[in-house]
């Protein structure tokens, strides 16, 4: 006869942790669309478009807009590509903050937190100008890594967080 207990199977959290966990990520996101928008007004209001303002002799902030997503990917397309990624973008947060309901551990939802605050604050930029405000430039001699915002490092901070948190977890 066998009495060993029967696998319980986990259960899911209480629907007021679940809020909590998803407020947290709202929290983070908030804080990083409000930072990204922020500096990038600033930008706006003290670089003309197209111009640069030389900071160091490998950085540079500039003031440029992409219509298209990370290293210009779809930026000469008819414009089709500026719905396709602002609805990738709400995808993502709405998945996420679906998600974030059965999440532990803070570093997950701080990640989560990020990605999302990021995707938001360029997809409100898709909406207001149809195209991504970029005003990080580094570059070495005449090699020059695509211009970059806040956002975009949030989004790239928060997939970093996300696959260490991934890692450490196996």
């Not at 929290?27 to 922020?38: K, S």
């Not at 397309?77 to 996420?96: D, E």
């Not at 989560?112 to 005003?135: E, K, P, Q, S």
Request: aromatic share 14%; proline share 4%; hydrophobic share 55%.
């Amino acid at each position: 006869m066998n009495h060993a207990l029967p696998e319980l199977a986990p259960t899911a959290p209480s629907r007021a942790v679940a809020t909590r966990r998803r407020l947290w990520v709202m929290g983070i996101a908030a804080l990083v669309f409000a930072l990204d928008q922020l500096s990038k007004w600033i930008i706006a209001a003290t670089i003309p478009t197209g111009e640069a303002l030389v900071v160091t002799p490998f950085f540079q902030l500039v003031s440029v807009y992409n219509p298209g997503a990370a290293f210009s990917f779809l930026a000469g397309a008819s414009g089709w590509q500026r719905w396709f990624f602002l609805a990738i973008a709400l995808a993502v947060t709405l998945w996420l903050l679906w998600e974030a309901g059965t999440a532990t551990r803070k570093t997950l939802l701080t990640a989560y937190g990020m990605i999302v605050g990021g995707a938001l604050g360029n997809a409100w930029d898709r909406v207001a100008h149809g195209a991504v405000h970029d005003f990080l430039l580094f570059h070495y001699r005449t090699w020059h890594w695509p211009a970059f915002n806040l956002a975009d490092s949030a989004i790239t901070l928060g997939v970093a967080l996300l696959l260490w948190h991934l890692r450490k977890d196996r």
